[in-house]
């Protein structure tokens, strides 16, 4: 049961950036809010965007300004742009619905900022 296929992730520099990609179900992209959600090494999964299924987004204080969350229903496809990398957004990537997740969880996709 695979609900969801992260990729896009890889090592950057400090100030360098990703397009993270999440490809689903179509049914899920057409009536469900989605989210991305990171867990660095030690720490807790916690959300980094969230989008509703019409588009409107919100995001984490510490990605704001630097981070866009976008989605492509038709395509069953939802992104991640990420500008600016800091260090701290080290961690592996995950795509989810909305409020916490549903069901099962991908393999994510790592992201690592480091000189």
């Known amino acids: 049961q695979v609900q969801f296929v992260e990729s896009g992730g890889g090592l950057v520099q400090p100030g360098g950036s990703l397009r993270l990609s999440c490809a689903g179900s179509?049914?899920?992209?057409?009536?469900?809010?989605m989210a991305w959600y990171r867990q660095a090494p030690g720490n807790q999964r916690e959300l980094v965007a969230n989008?509703?299924?019409?588009?409107?987004?919100n995001y984490a204080d510490s990605v704001k300004g630097r981070f866009t969350i976008s989605r492509d229903n038709a395509k069953s496809t939802m992104y991640l742009q990420m500008n600016s990398l800091k260090p701290e957004d080290t961690a592996v990537y995950y795509c989810?619905?909305?409020?916490?997740?549903?069901?099962?969880w991908g393999q994510g996709t790592q992201v690592t900022v480091s000189a």
């Open positions: 989008i509703t299924v019409r588009g409107s987004a």
């Open positions: 989810n619905r909305g409020h916490g997740g549903f069901g099962s």
């Open positions: 179509g049914i899920i992209f057409m009536i469900y809010d």
